[in-house]
């Protein structure tokens, strides 16, 4: 299908399943049971779970294949969002033209940093990157006012020129982004019974870029490019003496992958038409790094499932405080319960961190090929005592 | 006029003088065998010759071209291709696409983005690939994980992801180090063969002398960096030189 095997297929079928069916699967407790705070069926949630989705499966193309570690790549999502920002003052609402520009500028900002950073390989890689990110952070926060507004961030307001629409809506407010006309923000809630689920526009238009997305990235990795980057990551002696030159391959991975960065930069300002600099600082370059990690890095899926979960962690694990905690344990006698709230409440709320880190340390020893790994091998303990035939037990390399 | 010429080389790594006054002439469609006691230079010149290293003197000509200065893929893309002393192969990759990577650079050039489509749509390549595993008897093996393998079967595979790109010129570095005796036979039958049937140049460095008197048709030896004497297999045998060479080593 769509010049997939079987497996890829099957694989891109079922991503697409659950990104359609994400309000539901999403949103499994109805909406005024105690467990609705663990719902993370609502549209902005879900926006970012597709988005990060986008970002960490372009990482992963530069990263899982090539293993150039780069600690910068966040400074590409922030220009991503600035050229978004502007397309929407100078140009028009519709999304296409900004999005279309942020992947652009994104990779070109990107052929210039990955041209200087790929001098050099390993540690000094990563650190030329992150001082490029940083730099580009500094730059967007305080030198480049005018173009980004500074600390304010960069945001729409009623004098903007907009050569394609107008500068104010009929009552005064200002125009909304959309994708020819249809509204980003706008939503259709479907109630059944106790439940509630919600299906908004914006999320569904990210869901279906993050399916082209993934797509793209599936035929990479099954391309003779795919499989250069492979064998960068493998052995460089050996590819220079097979005639290869490993570097404009790997520019090349550094740059596609800072224009997915860039496409989920303006994809994000599409979502919410505004940009700062903190988009650009260092934890969020970090941040994909743990997501590619966590969910698997090297492997299709698994930056997907790594960006969901930490933006799951982020978003529902911080609103559990101590009230919430009380709640649960209310049952119990007074002695036990504080004792219980006082032993998990630094792992939630405001200390989700701690809890990811510890989850990131675990997965890192135990799964080094991450939750995908995880999978596999618990796929693989149901095969063997299914079939009890040593032979079905699946030896296939990671998906 | 060989296809290859080395002229005057000399080479110092420090105060050590690893390589003086190498001349060397390869002819087109022979064996040449490099042989010389440790440490002699052997790899240091086989490394000048395919851009690792840039020999301080001298030159370096294949068909007619020099070939210093250029990168190392740019010399693969002339025609030369070389098996190294510890076998170099993607060890990430399976057999198969250890295969399939030097076949891709011989058709597209050091250089071509094929972003798009499956490599499993390269019909002819897979196909030559395939028919050089047979021949190496590899074809059992293509789906395993290359690292995993014995020396043997990576050094056999290195010989094989060479040997696909149908060089001008193959280089190779004790090809049958570390292997056990029917493995080493069955390497010098394959190059054997490949001798016999293809326009190929194979200019090889060996201790074990029974490999090289089987292959060689010219043997030079080289002994602290200088070529001592160069002459036919017949010849070498019970060369005095090449005895106290061997002999010197030994004390
Ligand atoms: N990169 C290097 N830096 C410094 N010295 C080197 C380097 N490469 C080789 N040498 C030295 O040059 C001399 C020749 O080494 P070379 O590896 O060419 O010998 P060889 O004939 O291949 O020996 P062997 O049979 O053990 O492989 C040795 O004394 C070695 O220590
Ligand atoms: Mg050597």
Redesign the pocket.
């Known amino acids: 299908m769509f010049g997939l095997d079987k497996k890829d297929s099957t694989l891109l079928l079922i991503v697409a399943l659950l990104t359609m069916l994400a309000p539901f699967i999403f949103n499994p407790f109805p909406t005024d049971s105690g467990l609705a705070q663990f719902n993370a069926g609502y549209p902005d949630l879900m926006q970012r779970f597709v988005i990060f989705g986008i970002f960490a499966i372009g990482f992963n193309i530069l990263f899982g294949l090539t293993g150039y570690l780069s600690f910068g790549h966040a400074a590409f999502l922030g220009v991503g969002s600035y050229s978004a920002v502007w397309m929407f003052k100078l140009l028009s609402m519709n999304i296409v033209p900004a999005i279309l520009l942020s992947v652009v500028i994104a990779g070109l900002f990107a052929l210039v940093i990955g041209f200087v950073s790929l001098r050099r390989t390993g540690i000094y890689f990563s650190i030329l990157t992150l001082a490029f990110a940083q730099m580009s952070f500094a730059l967007a926060y305080s030198v480049l006012t005018p173009l980004t507004n500074g600390e304010t961030g960069l945001q729409l307001t009623l004098d903007d020129p907009r050569i394609l629409g107008s500068s104010a809506t009929a009552d005064g407010s200002i125009p909304v982004t959309n994708l020819f006309g249809l509204e980003m923000r706008s939503a259709y809630d479907l109630v059944i019974g106790p439940w509630s689920f919600t299906f908004s526009a914006g999320y569904y238009v990210c869901a279906i870029v993050m399916l082209l997305s993934f797509y793209l990235a599936i035929r990479i990795f099954r391309s003779p490019f795919g499989m250069m980057l492979r064998a960068i990551k493998s052995n460089q002696q050996r590819l220079n003496y097979t005639g290869l030159n490993p570097k404009p391959y790997t520019l090349a991975a550094f740059v596609i992958s800072g224009m997915y960065a860039g496409l989920a930069g303006g994809l994000m300002a599409a979502m919410d038409p505004l940009a700062g600099a903190e988009r650009m600082q260092w934890t969020a370059s970090g941040e994909v790094v743990l997501m590619t990690i966590l969910g698997g890095a090297g492997t299709l899926i698994g930056p997907v499932l790594g960006a969901g979960a930490i933006k799951y962690m982020e978003n529902i694990f911080s609103k559990i405080n101590d009230n919430v905690l009380h709640g649960w344990f209310a049952f119990l006698p007074d002695g036990i319960e504080d004792a219980i709230v006082f032993i998990i409440h630094p792992f939630v709320g405001k200390g989700w961190h701690l809890t990811l880190g510890i989850i990131f340390m675990l997965v890192v020893t135990f799964l080094p090929g991450g939750l995908v790994e995880g999978g596999q091998r618990i796929a693989r303990l149901f095969n063997r005592k299914k079939a009890d035939d040593p032979k079905s037990a699946s030896t296939e390399p990671a998906e | 006029m060989g296809i290859l010429e080395v002229k005057d080389v000399g080479k110092r790594?420090?105060g050590?003088k690893?390589l003086s006054d190498v001349n060397l002439s390869v002819a087109e469609n022979t064996c040449h065998a490099i042989i010389?006691?440790?440490?002699?230079?052997?790899?240091?010149?086989l490394?000048c010759l395919v851009g690792k290293l840039i020999p301080d003197t001298g030159s370096v000509m294949f068909q007619g071209q020099s070939v210093l200065g250029r990168s190392p893929h740019e010399i693969n893309q002339m025609g030369i291709s070389r098996v190294f002393?510890t076998p170099e192969i993607f060890g990430d990759l399976t057999v198969f696409e250890n295969m399939m990577i030097p076949l891709f650079a011989k058709r597209d050039g050091a250089y071509r983005l094929h972003a798009i489509e499956s490599v499993m749509n390269e019909k002819s390549l897979i196909e030559e690939a395939e028919k050089m595993l047979e021949e190496v008897n590899m074809l059992d093996k293509r789906h395993m994980h290359s690292a995993s393998m014995s020396r043997g079967d990576k050094r056999r595979l290195e010989m094989a992801m060479c040997l696909v790109q149908s060089p001008k010129l193959l280089l190779l570095?004790?090809p049958t180090a570390g292997m056990a005796r029917a493995d080493t036979n069955n390497t010098i039958d394959l190059l054997k063969q490949i001798k016999d049937e293809r326009d190929i140049t194979i200019a090889i460095?060996e201790?074990d002398m029974h490999v090289v008197f089987s292959l060689a048709d010219r043997i030079t030896v080289?002994a602290q960096?200088t070529p001592l004497v160069e002459d036919a297999p017949e010849n070498i045998k019970g060369h005095p030189k090449v005895q106290e060479a061997y002999l010197g080593e030994a004390h």
């Open positions: 790594f420090g050590l690893a010389g006691p440790n440490g002699a230079g052997k790899s240091t010149l490394n002393q570095d004790e460095i201790h080289l960096g």
